[in-house]
């Protein structure tokens, strides 16, 4: 009875596997965050912040646009924090369902995130009285963005996802050509190509999930 049962179900084995696979692809989107609203928060973040530095504090020690010197930090703080909480949101309701190794893998990462970016405050608001005004921006924008993309080829290995290798990759190899280029241009590269490069990774990431 049973055996009948599941051969009116199910004409052949395929039907039964394209079945499985089809279930398992929409568990993964129901617990995988829309990358979009995970990768564009930081994405306008990057643009946005690092174009106004690149604005006030241009190649040269040029001001391209006057502003109070305080705008590109305050901007850059209050961004960096919105897009903390909003993604911080997203992540902890995607994984809400999950338990076991992948919520301590996630739990453990993003300590991870925190514990490497107050390492490099520490470290560099220790330095930071000995340095002229130029390199120490270079200082501070090169290693946090130096920081994310490692992490972010780190991630990778944990999920074993080529993207998010790619874009710590591509982050790494645009924060060097910046911290090259100098103080001013630094700003210019990581609000094209850094920032773009958020973007379109949140872009690819949502066409791939759908």
Known sequence: MTSKDDESIFGDPGDALRLIERERGNTMRHVTPDPRLMYWPWGLTWLISFGLSFLRFGPDGRTLVAMPAWVPMTALTALLIAAGIFTGIVGARSSRDIAG???????MYGISWSAGFTS???????????MPEPLLGLLWGGGMVALVGVLY????????????????AWISVVNVIGVLWGPGWHA?????AGGGGLLVAGLVGWLRRR
């Open 101 to 107: 190794r992948s919520s301590r893998q996630g739990l």
């Open 188 to 192: 210019l590269v990581l609000a094209v």
């Open 153 to 168: 080829m780190a991630g990778s290995a944990i999920w074993v996802e080529r993207d998010m290798f790619v874009l710590g």
């Open 120 to 130: 490099l405050a520490v470290i560099f608001g220790r330095v930071s009285d000995s």
